[in-house]
């Protein structure tokens, strides 16, 4: 049982439009999200979180919206740059087992110049 | 202020052998978390380990893995008598404080032949 999904593995979009990735959940205990970047033959790069009490955070090019009632996220990557091509899992926590974090198998950013 | 270091980056063994990987957290981190990943998923839990202790080893498999975080030393995680299905990356993670925002080496490839 996947308790994080993350539905589409693969995006492509031009340079300079929108990266939108999806994230949903199914464990109402998490309450602390994350995402992360990972290159080829590197470790994860943290990103970005968010905590189940805010709905949105920001942080430069990239905005990680949550919707708790449909147990979804999302992160918005504004303007899109080919560097920033790479795989970007979503991870999930809760905060009585905060030392555990949930990870999707990730989506594959392919930006475009 | 050096990250996250895993060696060695890439590990052969045979069937049968046993592997140890060794990750040494950033510096003033005392919380340290396993990670499996295989191709095309994300990263599984396998362990948390604080200074000399176990935390939750929910993730590990119940024979031939094993880790520990001694109080001089890097953190090893060992597996006994591996299997190719035992062939993974293996990403370590450390923490200041299991609250806060887990921070990831390099990785170590291993390759059972």
């Known amino acids: 049982d996947q308790q994080v999904k993350q539905n589409s593995p693969s995006l492509s979009v031009q340079e300079g439009r929108i990266s939108i990735l999806n994230c949903d959940y199914t464990?109402?205990?998490?309450?602390?999200f994350l995402w992360y970047k990972k290159y080829p033959a590197e470790g994860p790069t943290f990103l970005i979180s968010?905590?189940?009490?805010?709905d949105k955070n920001e942080d430069g090019r990239f905005t990680v919206f949550l919707n708790k009632s449909a147990k979804h996220l999302s992160l918005h990557i504004v303007p899109s740059q080919p560097g920033d091509s790479a795989v970007y899992f979503c991870?999930?926590?809760?905060?009585?087992?905060?030392?555990?974090?949930?990870f999707g198998d990730g989506t594959t950013l392919t930006v475009k110049p | 202020n050096a990250g996250v270091m895993q060696n060695p980056r890439h590990l052969v063994r045979r069937r049968g052998q046993e592997a140890r990987l060794r990750c040494s957290p950033m510096?003033?981190?005392?919380?340290v978390y396993w990670y499996r990943q295989l191709p095309e998923e994300g990263l599984k839990f396998m362990v948390y380990?604080?200074?000399?202790?176990?935390?939750?080893e929910s993730g590990m498999p119940k024979e031939r893995f094993s880790a520990e975080f001694p109080k001089e030393g890097p953190s090893i995680l060992r597996i006994q008598q591996v299997v190719r299905g035992d062939s993974a990356a293996y990403f370590c993670?450390?923490?200041?404080?299991?609250?806060?925002?887990?921070?990831f080496g390099p990785g170590t490839r291993l390759l059972v032949l």
């Open positions: 510096k003033g981190h005392s919380h």
């Open positions: 993670a450390s923490s200041p404080d299991v609250v806060e925002t887990q921070y």
């Open positions: 968010i905590s189940s009490i805010k």
């Open positions: 380990l604080q200074k000399e202790n176990i935390i939750d």
């Open positions: 464990n109402s205990m998490f309450d602390y």
């Open positions: 991870a999930a926590r809760a905060n009585t087992n905060a030392g555990k974090s949930t």
